[in-house]
């Protein structure tokens, strides 16, 4: 009697073959990626390189066409420098108003203003100082009775008044199509700003107050010399 051995079932022989050359394969295109990525990478670099020069130069051309755009001004002080006067002073500041203006200045505002015209608008920021000038007291202005020291100070006057030139400046200007900018109106609204200053400060009290603070300080001071009483006259 025979015996039936069960037949075990056969692997194609070509699938481990098939497999090894799928392997292969996948790995040449992986190295051609990884090639071309480094090729990308190194023309990349070579293209910036040779970019370079021309980006330095087109900065450059940039830089160069700002400069005449917008030039910037050289200053260049005289070396010879001449004082004209050497005064002394006394005096004791006792106030400070610092004060802000808008002028308007303008040239031939008329039915052909926008042709001929000339007009800005300046905002002027400036200050203004007052107090005692103690160089015009004499030794008749200072006097004891009993126990009281008599003193007479010199009016009150504004030593200072003048514009900053660091925080003014021209906020709009409007000049017509046919005229150029007239140089001599900011100076015209400069000097117009300076006057207004003064102007509003004065009408404020500016010289009032700064004679009482010239008295408040002297009273302090001859207090502390050891006058307890003191009138100012």
């Known amino acids: ?36 990525v480094l090729t990308a990478y190194f023309l990349t670099r ?11 130069i087109n900065s450059s051309l940039s830089t160069q066409v700002s400069d005449l755009l917008h030039p910037t001004p050289t200053l260049i002080p005289d070396p010879i420098t001449i004082v004209r006067e050497v005064q002394t002073l006394a005096r004791l500041e006792t106030i400070q108003y610092s004060v802000e203006k808008i002028i308007t200045a303008e040239l031939n505002q008329g039915v ?19 107090g005692v000038d103690l160089s015009k007291m004499t030794a ?11 003193v007479r100070l010199p009016e009150a006057e504004v030593f200072v008044a003048t514009l900053s030139n660091k925080d003014s400046y021209i906020f709009d200007r409007d000049t017509g199509i046919f005229r150029r900018p007239d140089t001599q109106l900011e100076s015209n609204a400069r000097q117009l700003a300076e006057q207004e200053i003064l102007r509003a400060a004065t009408q404020d009290g500016i010289l009032e107050q700064a004679q009482k603070n010239a008295e408040a300080y002297l009273l302090s001071l001859f207090n502390s010399l050891g006058y307890s009483r003191v009138r100012f006259e």
């Open 140 to 150: 008749e202005d200072i006097s004891i009775s009993g126990d009281t020291l008599r």
């Open 46 to 56: 070579q293209f910036n390189r040779a970019l370079q020069p021309i980006q330095n």
């Open 1 to 36: 009697m025979e015996e039936n051995t069960p037949s075990l079932p056969t692997q194609p022989a070509e699938t481990k073959p098939a497999s090894l050359l799928l392997k292969v394969m996948l790995g040449i295109a992986l190295a051609a990626l990884i090639g071309l």
């Open 112 to 130: 052909f203003g926008k042709l001929f015209g000339d007009r800005l608008l300046f905002v002027a920021h400036g200050y203004v100082i007052a």
